[in-house]
Each structure stands twice: as structure tokens, then as C-alpha cells.
């Protein structure tokens, strides 16, 4: 089997999940010196987490803008779902996985961090496309 630049961009993206994967979730259970890590470092690393995850299926370089702005939608609109508490999205939330992906509480906070992520993913993306000619 031939290793094209396409699938030594993908081993990158899967190596940089595999960091970036549990930096996410050790963020949500930090309680230590300065709560940053906690209430918004896992914001910022949930963009990078979806930015290189589609990344990972449309690898090109020119792909990167758009999926970092569609992560960056997506997430605005499931941070402003968090206002809605509709029985069905309760049920949802009272599970491990629905918090952690739909959330329980809105702050607005979280939009400054949702930016900075979907930016530090774009800069990824743009990398990782470097890797070949697309």
C-alpha cells in the first residue's frame, strides 16, 4: 500500500484527536488552581475536537474555513439551545454524553472561547493542508 500525502495528513488529524480527545474531557472533571480549564478550556478544544473530525472526511485545504465556520454555527446554536428546557432535551441532558455534547447551562461566555477554538482549528486544518497539494 502506497502512503500518499492524503493518508499521512490523516494519521496526523487521528494523532492530534488522540490529544486533543482526552484534553477535552480531563478539562471537564479539573477542579484545581483557576477554573478556566473547566468552564472554558473544554469550549475551545470542543471546536478543534469537530474542526478536525470533518476534517478528517474532506481533508482538503481549502475545506478548512468552511468547517471551521460550520463548527462554529453549530456550536452557537447548541449553546442557545441550552436556554430551551423542553422535557425531551432534559432527558437528553440528565445523560453523561448529553451534557457533554448539547450542554446544560447557557453562558455566554463560552461564545469568546467557541471563537478562539474554531479559529486555533482552522489553523490546524490549514497545517495539516499544507501536507499535500490539493
Known amino acids: 500500500m502506497k502512503f ?3 493518508n499521512r495528513k490523516r494519521l496526523w488529524i487521528l494523532l492530534s484527536l488522540c490529544i486533543v480527545t482526552p484534553l477535552g474531557f480531563w478539562c ?3 477542579h484545581g488552581f483557576g477554573n478556566w480549564f473547566y468552564l472554558y478550556g473544554g469550549g475551545v478544544l470542543y471546536e478543534i475536537f469537530f474542526c478536525l473530525v470533518l ?3 474532506w481533508p482538503k485545504r481549502q475545506n478548512a474555513i468552511k468547517i471551521a465556520i460550520g463548527v462554529l454555527i453549530v456550536t452557537c446554536l447548541l449553546e442557545t439551545l441550552q436556554l430551551w428546557h423542553a422535557p425531551f432535551l432534559e432527558t437528553i ?3 453523561y ?3 457533554v455534547f448539547i ?6 461566555l ?3 472561547h ?13 497545517r495539516f493542508g499544507e501536507a499535500s497539494s490539493d
Do not use: C, I, Q
Open 114 to 126: 467557541y471563537l478562539v477554538g474554531a479559529f486555533l482549528g482552522w489553523l490546524f486544518m490549514r
Open 4 to 6: 500518499n500525502s492524503v
Open 55 to 57: 476534517f478528517l472526511v
Open 93 to 95: 441532558r440528565s445523560t
Open 110 to 112: 463560552d461564545f469568546p
Open 28 to 30: 471537564k472533571s479539573y
Open 103 to 108: 450542554g446544560t447551562t447557557f453562558v455566554w
Open 97 to 99: 454524553w448529553g451534557r
